[in-house]
């Protein structure tokens, strides 16, 4: 240690709010540039450096060829795929010397199609999975959590092409099978949970989530089946309503009453005998000129919008809410707004609950003023009837029936996809059958986050004391900490062997031969949190024994000198075992 890089600090910078961000700034792993943008430091690099090769062991063992694409690409294949605006300003644009305009890349779906479209010419080119370990650039606009969420981060990211929807199956399902080893390598525990797939496309997804209440995403979970999605994307069943005949229409006067809330309390009646409307103008991402779209949206009133759900409908499109002078150009009045009687150019999306609650009260139009008894299909009819609600905690669970949603906070870790056909057609990669006709191959992709997978390792074992990295991404397998070496010769001259030997016996070693006192040492031993701890000191080395310590906890063990290495080994490969 006296030739290390990296100082540890006793307080975290006020900045960082979570434990993972400040345990790896206190510990000297990474340390700040600007905001979303972090260097490695040597204790940090170690780390990464582990988690990458657990990510290669694994997909290489499932099969997938690592490459490595520019990170640098030409806009216009963001433009051919179409998402040069669907991403939006997240996507970092640039210009070379001669004007091209070009962006960093936050992902390689268009770069990989283009280069499969011009080496693969036959059916023997497939199945293949292509991947690579790589920086990736996300202009984001609210940087968190320390390496969470930042602007300039690495990725592994996989894809591959496949002749049928039978070898994506096979394809996807090995890549899953890859995921749940490499997250349990890294002591990661994951929830597998269907997600909405964004930005990239395709038909379906699923995220490993890391349960943590410092996470960003909201998940769903069965308490019976143990079916989990993303709010995003959750289904679930709606809590039924009693059957009632339809009534006759009754205008009533509701003076202030311009939340489902106030409206249900002034009548006496629950919030699923009311209709909740919510009014939008959509935009085409991909076409700035093109004329917005108005949407009106009716749940009922114990729902919400779910506005990600929406948008799928929409084909992507931007939501944003209307305008008072635009909602008025409609016929909305806002706090009584109502489908019935507005413009026909409205397009209105009922959510599927409505269709099965009779008689609900909705707006009037007319302010200060509501209707008793509205009826889909028959007071206004709708363009669509659709699952456009968010599922919540407290729902009945829509795959079993039974069970019980429940809501919990997490961090994806990482994200699979089945693509289908979307960059395939847009880049025309073709492979001719062994008819000699042509096919467009289907394609997957698979991402997963390095940089997260160190900060869940981080937020999942840690203590009041500092990190307790898992065996398998520990920068170092044993901190051996020597005390009183300036004091005792034949001490230090020991300490310097016992290191020589345990890294001879294939371990890592940690050797603080600092000039410090016996708190400083351990302080930091236990802040920087390498799995296994040897102390060195005059006492034992007369006893002919070193102390050993497990990190995790428990008590340590007077180890005999000459046996010590043979244990750390043993202790290690235990360790390792416990992760699978």
């Given amino acids: 240690m006296t030739r290390w890089f990296g100082r540890t600090l006793r307080e975290a910078p006020a900045e960082a709010e979570t434990a993972s961000h400040q345990l790896l700034l206190r510990a000297g792993a990474i340390d700040q540039l600007m905001a979303g943008v972090y260097t490695y430091l040597p204790l940090g690099w170690r780390v990464k450096r582990k988690v990458e090769a657990i990510v290669r062991e694994e997909m290489d063992a499932a099969g997938a060829l690592e490459i490595h694409m520019p990170a640098i690409q030409p806009l216009d294949i963001w433009e051919r795929s179409g998402r040069a605006d669907a991403m ?14 070009l962006a960093l890349g936050p992902t390689h779906e268009e770069v990989v199609t283009q280069l499969f479209a011009s080496q693969a010419q036959s059916y023997r080119d497939v199945p293949v999975t292509l991947y690579q370990i790589q920086t990736k650039f996300r202009d984001e606009a609210r940087p968190r959590g320390g390496l969470v969420r930042v602007r300039e981060f690495t990725m592994k990211d996989a894809y591959s092409f496949d002749a049928d929807e039978a070898g994506l199956d096979a394809s996807y399902g090995a890549m899953f099978e890859a995921y749940k080893r490499i997250f349990a ?150 706090g009584y707004a109502s489908p019935v009687g507005i413009d026909e150019r409205v397009r209105v999306v009922v959510d599927t609950s409505i269709a099965t609650s009779p008689n609900l009260v909705a707006g ?115 901190h051996l900490v020597a005390l009183g070496l300036g004091r005792d010769a034949e001490l230090a001259s020991d300490a310097d062997a016992l290191y020589t030997e345990l890294t001879a016996a294939g371990l890592e070693v940690l050797y603080d031969d600092r000039d410090d006192s016996p708190g400083v040492k351990f302080n930091d031993a236990d802040l920087i949190g390498v799995p296994l701890r040897v102390t060195a000191s005059s006492r034992n080395h007369k006893a002919g024994v070193v102390e050993v310590l497990r990190r995790a906890g428990g008590d340590p063990d007077l180890v005999p000198r000459a046996e010590v290495a043979s244990y750390l080994v043993a202790a290690r490969a235990e360790l390792l075992s416990a992760l699978g």
């Fill in 364 to 478: 009037a139009n007319v302010a200060g003023r509501h209707l008793r008894n509205v009826n889909l299909s028959r007071e206004y009819h709708a363009h669509d009837v659709i699952d456009v609600a968010l599922a919540e905690a407290g729902h009945t669970c829509a795959r079993c029936g039974e069970g019980t949603l429940g809501t919990a906070r997490g961090i994806e870790m990482g994200h699979v996809f089945r693509l289908g056909y979307i960059y395939s057609e847009a880049f025309e990669a073709r492979v001719l059958d062994e008819a000699g006709e042509q096919r467009t191959p289907i394609m997957g992709c698979y991402g997963l986050g390095v940089d997260r997978v160190i900060a869940g390792a981080v937020q999942e074992h840690y203590d009041e004391r500092g990190i307790i990295w898992p065996a398998s991404i520990a920068p170092f397998d044993v």
């Fill in 185 to 334: 390598r890294c002591g990661v525990p994951t929830v597998p949970v269907e997600a909405d797939s964004g930005a990239i496309g395709g038909k379906e997804s699923r995220e490993f989530i890391y349960l943590s209440d410092t996470g960003e995403d909201t998940i769903v979970i069965c308490d019976r089946c143990g079916y989990a999605a993303n709010t995003e994307k959750a289904e679930f069943v709606r809590p039924p309503v009693p059957p009632e005949e339809p009534l006759e229409v009754e205008p009533i006067e509701t003076p202030g009453t311009t939340t489902i809330e106030a409206l249900a309390a002034f009548l006496g009646v629950p919030a699923s005998k009311t209709a909740k409307a919510v009014f939008y103008m959509a935009t085409d991402p991909h076409d700035a000129s093109a004329a917005a779209e108005p949407v009106f949206v009716v749940v009922r009133g114990d729902l919400q919008v779910n506005e990600v759900k929406l948008r799928n409908l929409l084909g992507g499109k931007d939501l944003r809410p209307m305008t008072d002078a635009e909602s008025a150009s409609y016929g909305i009045v806002p």
């Fill in 88 to 101: 939006g300003p997240v996507l970092f644009r640039l210009t070379d010397q001669r004007e091209r305009p």
